[in-house]
C-alpha cells in the first residue's frame, strides 16, 4: 500500500514540475491570449456591441493557429470566420433554420471559401462559423440579420493578428534556437548510436541507428517551419529588425545541419554493412565518430552565441585527424568510404558554425592528407 501511495505521490511531483515547465514555455501564449481577447473584446463594446462574443472567440482562434502555422493561415482563419458569418446571417435571415437551409449555407460557404483561392483552413473556419450563425445563434424576427457579428469576428481577428505578429511577436533568436535543437539533438544522438556500435561490433543496434535515422524528414521540417516563423516576426515587427543577422546564421546553418543529416544516414548504412561482413573497424574511425557525437551535442549554445565555438572546432579538428589514419589496403574497399563520410561530416558542421566553404575544405584536406583513399 505504502509503495503505491509513494508511486502515487512521485507520480504527482511529475506532473506540477512537467506543468511548471510547460507554463514556463508558455508564457508568451498566454499573454498574447490574453491580451488579444481583451482587448477585441472591449474595443467591440467601446464601438457599441451589446454581446461581442465572435470577437474574444476570433482573437484566441487567430494567436492559437498563428503559434503552429505561418502568418498567411492566420489571416486566411479571419477571413474565413468573418465570410462564414455573413453569409450565414444574409441567408438564414430570408430562408429561416432547418436542415435544407444549414446543407445551403455549408455548400455556398465551402464554394466561394474555394471560389476566393482560399486554403484548407479558410474553407474550414467559413463553413463552420457558417454552421454556426446557422444552428446555435440564428437571426430572429426583431434582428433579421446582425452585420455586428460579421464586425466583431473581423475585429477578433485583426487584434489576434495584431498582437501575435507586431505587439508581442515570438523572440526571433529565441525561436530559432528552438527550432534548431531538434535538429542538432537528431544528429548527436546519430553519431553516437553509430559510434556505439562500432565499438561493440553490434550489427543488429547499427540496424537500429540506420532505421531510428531513416525517419527524420519531420525533423528538418520542423526546423523549416521554425525559421518560417522567425522570418515573420523579424519583417513584421520593427524592434526585431535588428535579428536578421541571427536569423540568417541560423538559415545558413540549418542548410549545412541537413546535409550532415543526410551524411550521418548513409555513414550508419555503410556502418551496418560494415558489421554485417564482420569486418573490423579501427579505432581511429570510431574515435572519430564520437568525436563527431561529442560536437554536434555542442552546436546548439554555439549557434546561440552563448558559448565559444573553439571547444567544438577542437573536436570537429579530431574527427577529420582520426579519419585521416592510413588504411590497409585490404580494408580500403570497405572502410575508406566511411571515413570520406566522417570528412564530409566535419566540413558540413564547421561550415555549420560559419566557416566559409573553402576554409573548410582547406581544414579536411589538409587532415586528409595525400595518401589517404577515398
Not at 39 to 64: N, S
Not at 108 to 114: F, K, T
Not at 145 to 173: C, E, K, Q, Y
Amino acid at each position: 500500500m505504502r509503495a503505491h501511495v509513494g508511486r502515487a505521490q512521485r507520480s504527482a511531483r511529475s506532473s506540477v514540475r512537467e506543468g511548471v515547465v510547460a507554463l514556463r514555455r508558455s508564457w508568451l501564449v498566454l499573454l498574447q491570449a490574453t491580451v488579444a481577447a481583451t482587448a477585441a473584446y472591449a474595443l467591440a463594446l467601446a464601438i457599441g456591441h451589446q454581446t461581442p462574443f465572435f470577437a474574444p472567440i476570433a482573437a484566441l482562434a487567430t494567436v492559437a493557429i498563428s503559434l503552429a502555422h505561418r502568418l498567411r493561415r492566420a489571416s486566411e482563419l479571419v477571413l474565413g470566420n468573418a465570410a462564414g458569418i455573413l453569409l450565414a446571417d444574409l441567408l438564414i435571415a430570408r430562408i429561416g433554420t432547418g436542415v435544407w437551409q444549414l446543407g445551403l449555407v455549408v455548400a455556398l460557404a465551402l464554394v466561394i471559401a474555394i471560389l476566393l483561392g482560399g486554403g484548407p483552413i479558410l474553407i474550414m473556419q467559413a463553413s463552420s462559423a457558417a454552421i454556426l450563425i446557422a444552428t446555435i445563434a440564428p437571426p430572429t424576427d426583431t434582428v433579421p440579420w446582425n452585420i455586428d457579428r460579421f464586425v466583431d469576428a473581423l475585429i477578433g481577428g485583426g487584434m489576434g493578428l495584431l498582437v501575435s505578429a507586431l505587439l508581442l511577436p515570438v523572440d526571433p533568436a529565441r525561436q530559432a534556437q528552438r527550432a534548431t535543437e531538434p535538429l542538432v539533438a537528431t544528429l548527436a544522438t546519430g553519431y553516437a548510436a553509430v559510434a556505439r556500435v562500432l565499438r561493440s561490433g553490434d550489427a543488429v543496434g547499427a540496424e537500429t541507428a540506420l532505421a531510428g535515422l531513416r525517419d527524420t524528414d519531420p525533423v528538418v521540417a520542423g526546423f523549416q517551419a521554425g525559421l518560417d516563423v522567425t522570418r515573420e516576426s523579424v519583417r513584421l515587427a520593427p524592434w526585431y529588425w535588428g535579428q536578421r543577422t541571427v536569423l540568417a546564421s541560423y538559415a545558413l546553418a540549418g542548410v549545412h545541419l541537413d546535409h550532415a543529416l543526410r551524411n550521418l544516414r548513409v555513414l550508419a548504412r555503410q556502418a551496418a554493412a560494415t558489421l554485417r561482413r564482420g569486418e573490423a573497424v579501427p579505432e581511429p574511425l570510431v574515435s572519430a565518430v564520437e568525436a563527431l557525437a561529442q560536437a554536434a551535442a555542442g552546436l546548439g549554445p554555439v549557434l546561440a552565441g552563448t558559448t565559444d565555438p573553439h571547444d567544438v572546432l577542437e573536436l570537429l579538428e579530431r574527427a577529420a585527424t582520426a579519419a585521416a589514419t592510413p588504411l590497409d589496403p585490404e580494408q580500403g574497399l570497405y572502410l575508406a568510404p566511411m571515413l570520406g563520410q566522417v570528412r564530409l561530416s566535419v566540413a558540413d558542421l564547421v561550415q555549420a558554425l560559419g566557416v566559409p566553404a573553402q576554409q573548410a575544405r582547406a581544414m579536411v584536406h589538409r587532415d586528409a592528407g595525400a595518401g589517404q583513399p577515398g
